[in-house]
């Protein structure tokens, strides 16, 4: 609605005069909400001006062409308005009001304004629209458009009564939650995390069942009971996830992740919901802890989760949480780093710190006896001195790959110096320890069948724990026996 400046028509007082003194003037002027009687004979007349140049179209015709619009609203006659109309819009007068509808009419208005003359157009005799207004000190009014035909006008348009309701409060609201909603959609959406949100009403209702029949301890029924925790498992419902959680697992869409929900969650993934599930049971709707789970592609991915239950679902959980942090880079470094604190880097055995805890554990706790073989890798200071600390390191390396290879994993392999190394063979006697000293014996000659550049030559003794023995006196035993064949060994130290 956007009609030009032109008041009452002086040639008609008589109607003028008839509406204010009767009854309809009267509910007219006193009408708690916004009407206009408008004059829409002057667009009639455009109309079919455009009919007959070829216009089917009015909404084609009128598209991106603000100009034509404006020519059809300057053909508007406003004829009355109410008092409800001047305050709305903040006039003291129809003529006030008249001289400034550049100020009410602006801006989007000319958009809408082209649905109203469409309906006109098609033939209806009533039209709606939501439009934007302006008061006269440029306040935003949003504005609930309807109009109609009053009968006898229907070919000429001549009285055209619009009402304006002012909706700015409704619009104003919705806007409002429009934009918290996308606010919230962005946040969900856009977060570093992965973001689930779950339904676990079906798993309530299971709990709820197992206390109505006296169950009272939830993990003990859990572990004679362990089909619960899967069948609970099967109950969750993925309401939604974020896009993070997509590139995260490696899903091309949300059904994609559901479908697969098994090769996310596998059987280790069970002992961590089991305690989800009784931290449930006893009240707590919100907890974390550390998962794993896995990529659809199959790569294990360490996670911090965080499950909480949504404010005012907490009767039902119909709507729960779920954030999930990677930490898998972290969780790499913590074991790097754990390695390193027990290993030597160049030849991968136990380091020294290891060996000696090693060490002081079989004296507490056994088994015995306990073999100990000391080995000295010789010639290290010649081969660096020579080659170079390059070919000392890779020196090194070979003799800690041999005595990985020969000794059980489960047996501590370390190196103890610069060029010693020790192996602890718990719950070993003297025969075996003999039988893997010369097995390392054997592994260091086939060894050197594939280096021509330097000869790994070891010299090792062993000794065995005899009752009652303190460890440290067959660790001296072991390192005498070495030193004994590394005299008898044609290469220094």
């Given at each position: ?387 170079g600390q390059a070919a000392g390191d890779m020196l090194l390396r070979r003799a800690g790959e041999i005595i990985a290879k020969a000794v059980d994993p489960q047996h501590c392999a370390a190196r103890v110096a610069g060029n010693e190394f020790v192996v602890l063979l718990p719950g070993t006697d003297a025969e075996v320890g003999h039988s893997v000293m010369e097995n390392i014996r054997e592994l260091a000659a086939l060894n050197n069948q594939f280096y021509s550049a330097s000869t ?38």
């Open positions: 609605m956007k009609p030009n400046k032109s008041s009452v028509s002086p040639l008609e007082p008589r109607l003028a005069a008839r509406d204010e003194r009767g009854e309809d003037g009267a509910m007219f002027e006193l009408a708690p909400i916004s009407l206009w009687l408008e004059d829409f004979s002057g667009v009639r007349a455009l109309f079919e001006r455009w009919r007959a140049e070829g216009v089917t179209s009015l909404r084609d015709h009128l598209r991106g062409r603000p100009d034509r619009v404006k020519e059809c609203s300057a053909r508007i006659k406003v004829l009355k308005v109410n008092q409800r109309t001047l305050s709305l819009f903040e006039a003291t007068s129809l003529p006030h009001l008249v001289a400034n509808l550049d100020k009410v009419f602006r801006d989007d208005m000319l958009v809408t304004h082209v649905e109203e003359l469409s309906q006109l157009w098609d033939g209806h005799t009533s039209f709606a629209s939501q439009a934007v207004n302006y008061t006269l000190s440029g306040q935003r009014l949003d504005i609930q458009l309807k109009g109609v035909v009053l009968p006898g006008h229907e070919e000429s348009l001549g009285r055209v009564l619009l009402s304006a309701e002012d909706v700015t409060a409704r619009e104003t609201a919705r806007r409002q939650a429009a934009n918290a909603e996308r606010y919230a959609t962005g946040l969900f959406q856009h977060s570093p995390v992965s973001l689930w949100v779950e339904d676990f009403s079906t798993i309530k209702q299971l709990m709820d069942d197992l206390r109505s029949r006296g169950i009272e301890d939830f993990r003990v029924f859990t572990d004679v009971h362990p089909e619960f925790v899967e069948r609970c498992l099967s109950e969750i419902r993925v309401i939604e996830v974020n896009r993070h959680t997509l590139e995260m697992f490696g899903a091309a869409s949300t059904a994609e992740l559901v479908e697969n929900t098994a090769e996310i969650f596998r059987s280790e993934m069970h002992r961590h919901f089991r305690e989800q599930l009784i931290e449930l049971w006893n009240g707590r709707l919100f907890h974390t802890r550390e998962v794993v789970n896995y990529t659809l592609s199959g790569e294990m991915l360490h996670v911090h989760l965080q499950f909480s239950v949504l404010p005012g679902h907490e009767g039902d959980w119909s709507l729960v949480q779920v954030a999930l942090t990677d930490i898998t880079a972290r969780k790499k470094a913590e074991a790097y780093l754990e390695y390193l604190g027990r290993h030597d880097v160049l030849t991968k055995l136990h380091n020294r710190t290891f060996y000696v805890d090693e060490l002081n554990r079989l004296e507490r706790r056994g088994p015995f006896p306990v073999t100990v073989i000391s080995i000295h890798l010789n010639g290290l200071r010649r081969v660096n001195e020579q080659l790994l030559s070891l010299s090792l003794g062993h000794a065995t724990s005899s009752p009652g023995e303190r460890l440290e006196a067959v660790v001296r035993r072991a390192e005498a026996a070495r030193a004994e064949e590394r005299r008898s060994a044609t290469h220094g130290a």
